[in-house]
Every structure is written in C-alpha cells, then in structure tokens.
C-alpha cells in the first residue's frame, strides 16, 4: 500500500470522536423536552462526518447527503411526536445511521498498514458508535413492545438505555439493568458479542501493526 492510498484510508476522526463523545454526554445528561432532536442532529453529524472520509462519485455523495439529511429531519419529527410507534422509528432510524458510520469506520480501519493517531482515533469512535448504535435498537425495541424493557420495573429513558448498552458492550454485568423480555435479552448478547469482537479484531489488528512498526529496523543513512 502507497502513501497516498494509505493517507485516504485512514482520513481524519478527531472531530468525528469529539463528536461522538459530545453525543454521548449530551445523551448521557440531558433531560428536557428538546434532548430527542439534539440527538437526533447528533446522529445526523456523525453520519455526515463519516460520509466526507468515503470516496464516492460527487453525485452520489451529494444525493447520500441530501437523504441523510430529509431522513433526519423525518426522524427528528418522530421522536417528538406523542406515538411509540413513531417514536420507535425515529430510534431506529438512529440506530441504522450509527450503524452505516461503524461498517464505514471498521473497513476503513482494518485495511491500514499501518499505525497513526488518525487510526487510534477512528478505533475508539467505532468503540463508541457501536455502544451508541446498540442504545438506539434499545430504544426502538422498547417503543415497539408493550411489556417494559428492563426487568424490576426500572425506568425507560434514553439515560437508562445508553448505560445499559455501554455496559454490556464493555461486559461488566453489574445487573443493576437487565432487559426483560426475550428480544432484549438477543439484543443485549449480540452487543456483548460484538464488543469481545470488536477488541479482539480491530484492536488487536493496531496493537499487532504498532508491534511490527516498532520491530522494523531505522533506515539506513
């Protein structure tokens, strides 16, 4: 792989992670009636963000930007609107973007050749992205079916689920926060899954490229 191949696929994800850990604290601490459309610009963001690193024709980036955008707008409706079932969608809508950027992010990654702070960066947001992906599917689970999410009566908000999903992506297993029905429970095993994936790929993809990097002798002068 040249240099300049190199260069493109490895991009720039210092905004994109900013970006990301702006949502998730944004996700994390707000409580006001406009937190559903900040989130969704949120999500918004970070799909643009990972549609600028793709090389595509310009035409069918600016139609990928334009259907972004008219869906977010539809999507930011939704979670406002007083239905589950629309608020349903516009969570699932969420999820399905933050899904495109870590498929973007992860084949990206994986090709390198070589480790940078770009690289380390993007591995970390596709860390992130898929705890917030998983958060989303959460709650547009929680929408579309009529018994509670999570198990003991404990409450249902975008807070709850966002630390459930993290939580199980990172397979603490606190158990303060169990899903209670059946697709739930799926869900939350994939994310497990995904997470104990995740570090054994990706991660140690960067960590074995940093070993071969350091391992190679200096050029001679």
């Not at 604290?25 to 999500?43: D, E, R, Y």
């Not at 024709?57 to 079932?85: D, E, H, Q, W, Y």
Request: net charge positive; proline share 4%; aromatic share 10%.
């Amino acid at each position: 792989m040249n240099e300049g191949q190199q260069a493109r696929l490895t991009g720039r994800y210092g905004l994109l992670l900013i970006t990301l850990i702006a949502a998730y604290l944004f996700s994390a601490l707000a409580h006001n009636s406009h937190a559903g459309p900040l989130n969704i610009a949120f999500v918004a963001a970070i799909g643009l963000l990972a549609l600028r690193t793709i090389r595509i024709r310009t035409p069918a980036k600016l139609v990928s930007v334009g259907l972004l955008l008219v869906s977010a707008i539809a999507a930011g409706f939704c979670v406002t609107s007083a239905n589950r079932t629309a608020t349903g969608l516009g969570s699932l809508w969420s999820g399905l973007v933050l899904l495109m950027t870590v498929v973007i992010i992860i084949e990206r990654v994986v090709r390198l050749s070589e480790v940078t702070v770009q690289s380390l960066y993007a591995a970390f947001s596709a860390y992130l992205l898929i705890g917030l992906m998983f958060s989303a599917f959460f709650g547009a689970l929680s929408s579309f079916v009529s018994e509670p999410f999570f198990a003991n009566s404990q409450p249902v908000n975008p807070q709850t689920l966002q630390y459930f999903s993290f939580v199980t992506l990172a397979t603490l297993g606190y158990g303060d926060f169990t899903a209670a029905g059946s697709l739930g429970r799926a869900l939350a095993v994939l994310e497990a899954l995904g997470g104990q994936v995740f570090l054994a790929t990706l991660v140690a993809r960067l960590v074995s490229l940093y070993g071969a990097a350091r391992r190679q002798p200096p050029p001679s002068g």
